[in-house]
């Protein structure tokens, strides 16, 4: 049977392809510590289920496809905090972070037309290009500097005339970078000189861990037209199950085609809006003491790899993630050895091969991507695993 | 800014687009009979709420992308019922059909191939095509033969080299047709004939008032690997808003490709798809009363209809839609009239076009799909203003 192109050419998530490994190393009694996965161990904020618990229609019937009001509302009155003026018609409520990038991707772009994005991203970034058709052009970026961004020149010889969009995520996941204000201006400036959309992908927005600040695309009034913001409540309220994310743009033309899309769908989950709601009205203390948590967490796992002979990284500043360049030459037997050849008192690590994370071949091989989201101490014990690990590898450098 | 061709050439939604009629209506004191959506007044089952309030994990986190275990068991006991046999490696739980349809839809073709739909039918077919740049080619069926299959010469003659899969309702929304095993089993052949898939949008299997039975296309054993169910618990279980559907193929190697797609998504909702789990173990009882109370509804509207001089309709078998051709030149000019020049003691109607079902242009025109989701007492009073409202609307054939 024929099957399509598009789905054929599209690799396994990187995040999930090595998870046998880890079913097989815990059927044998190993311990693992997941440091693979953006699963917080944060609690979700009560007041979302106490929302769901009091539903008492007869009938789970469909909502708006837009998005249920006062979820949009709430929605609006949070951006409100940040100095974002959204009105109602220039946001959709959609399935999670995902759906809101599908459609977006489908929207400004037909087939084989580009989007740029610097490297190593998100890699369902990839999909969701596959899915619409479009080609993902990256723009390198390195451990040595952070993940930052390269200069002007670099990223304007991407540009083609089929570039629709420039894609990212800041925070950044997987690298944890936080761009500076300069580089978002620069970004901003190059979106409009070549007639581009920003896909601003913002969904870590309060996990920033620098005093630097943040600079946001949705606060530069000169682009408001062509930026499309993203977001989710899965990392910001730890309701990764609850798949709410949102499309916001002062581009109300743009918000009113995506509509269509989401009226052929139909609308969004109705219990988990009544619950998304309320996760908007949580106290400005829940976020104090999130962040404060994960930045704890950034330390143990900053100087962890810091104290390790032969790891390249910067101090992330942002999300929940590092990306560190190993000395060994293959991340992914690392990654692979660690489960099925390796334990420390019957305890190992689950790491993310980064290869995944770029577009360009053979990039990435010798990094990993860890994403802290357990305690303090265990993120203590991983990073000791980690140390003794490339201690013991028979292939390092 | 540059937006899609894709999204620039998607029609609006024919159920959606009228809204501001209906709300004007509203505003002047009128009361509405709601014809036009297929949300049905018939509760969802108890069970389906019980199993969410019990939930009471502290952190909402994402489930797995095939969907949750306890749901596909659910699905796969159910299927058996009906003589269908899969094995968890042959299902995926998606948002809604909605997303059933989609992603096979992507899976299947690329850019510019073509699938085979027959017209009327369900648009947002058309607007899952539009998302993955594949086009609808139709096979026009019509009310005087109750939306029957045209001929083996006829079908066979939209196959071109592009042609990647037959895809159909039945029971039929919005033409409440059921198919007779002869047409199933012309349709598997062509199929074979020509390597194409069938993708069967079963999801109102339940809701067949005939004694003449129902053929589905997951039994018949000569074509399972060609074969792909889409599934949803909106209509079967009244429960649309939960947005829980299924992908279901005995082609172990589409499943493993799509399930990429479902990966990218991350997962469905946990709390919706805790939920759905029950709903697969209402008693059969459920059923039998829900399928009486549609048939009845179904008898009114149809002696409704024949009760009135000039409508041309079959007697629809199944779902709960029927698409009535009225005495009009224009049935979009007739709806909005209903809307805003017309009422009887302060009570009108709503109606769907049915021009919004068709992708031949210019079909369709002078049709209508009524949705019979309201109870009986309402359903006669709703035919009565028809009625009366094609006796006094002054553009009368």
Not at 167 to 183: A, D, F, H, I, R
Not at 209 to 233: A, H, L, P, Q
Not at 249 to 257: P, T
Not at 298 to 308: F, P
């Amino acid at each position: 049977m024929h099957l399509s192109e598009r789905i054929i050419s599209m690799p396994s998530s990187p995040m999930r392809k090595l998870a046998p490994f880890a079913d097989a190393a815990k059927q044998q009694g190993k311990k693992i510590y997941h440091l693979n996965i953006g699963q917080p161990d944060i609690a979700t904020p009560e007041n979302f289920m106490l929302a769901v618990k009091n539903f008492n229609e007869k009938v789970l019937a469909y909502s708006s496809s837009q998005g249920m009001p006062q979820l949009i509302d709430a929605i609006i009155k949070y951006y409100k905090k940040y100095d974002m003026h959204f009105e109602k018609d220039e946001v959709l409520i959609t399935n999670g972070g995902s759906e809101a990038l599908l459609f977006t991707l489908q929207a400004i772009g037909d087939y084989n037309d580009e989007i740029i994005i610097p490297e190593p991203f998100y890699p369902n970034y990839n999909g969701f290009a596959n899915m619409a058709g479009i080609k993902v052009i990256p723009i390198t970026t390195k451990a040595e500097f952070g993940f930052h961004l390269p200069e002007r020149e670099v990223i304007e010889q991407k540009i083609t005339n089929k570039t629709r969009a420039i894609l990212l995520s800041n925070p950044g996941n997987p690298t944890g970078v936080v761009y500076t204000k300069e580089e978002i201006m620069l970004l901003a400036d190059i979106a409009k000189k070549h007639d581009l959309f920003i896909i601003a992908d913002e969904v870590y927005r309060e996990f920033v861990y620098s005093d630097s600040g943040y600079t946001s695309f949705g606060n530069i009034k000169d682009i408001e037209d062509r930026v499309i913001m993203i977001d989710s409540v899965s990392k910001r309220f730890s309701a990764c199950g609850a798949r709410i994310g949102a499309i916001l743009s002062k581009n109300k033309e743009l918000i009113a085609q995506i509509l269509k899309f989401c009226q052929s769908r139909l609308c969004c989950p109705t219990l988990e809006q009544i619950g998304a709601t309320e996760l908007f009205n949580v106290s400005d203390k829940y976020f104090e003491e999130v962040i404060n948590e994960y930045r704890k967490r950034r330390d143990v796992v900053y100087k962890g790899l810091q104290e390790i002979p032969g790891i390249i990284c910067q101090e992330p500043k942002g999300a929940f993630y590092v990306i560190a360049k190993l000395p060994i030459e293959d991340a992914e037997d690392f990654v692979k050895w660690l489960l099925t050849d390796f334990h420390l008192d019957n305890e190992t690590i689950m790491l993310t091969p980064a290869k995944g994370f770029y577009a360009t071949p053979n990039s990435g091989l010798d990094e990993v991507r860890i994403a802290y989201i357990l305690n303090e101490d265990d993120l203590k014990q991983a990073m000791h695993i980690l140390k003794v690990a490339l201690d013991t590898y028979p292939k390092k450098k």
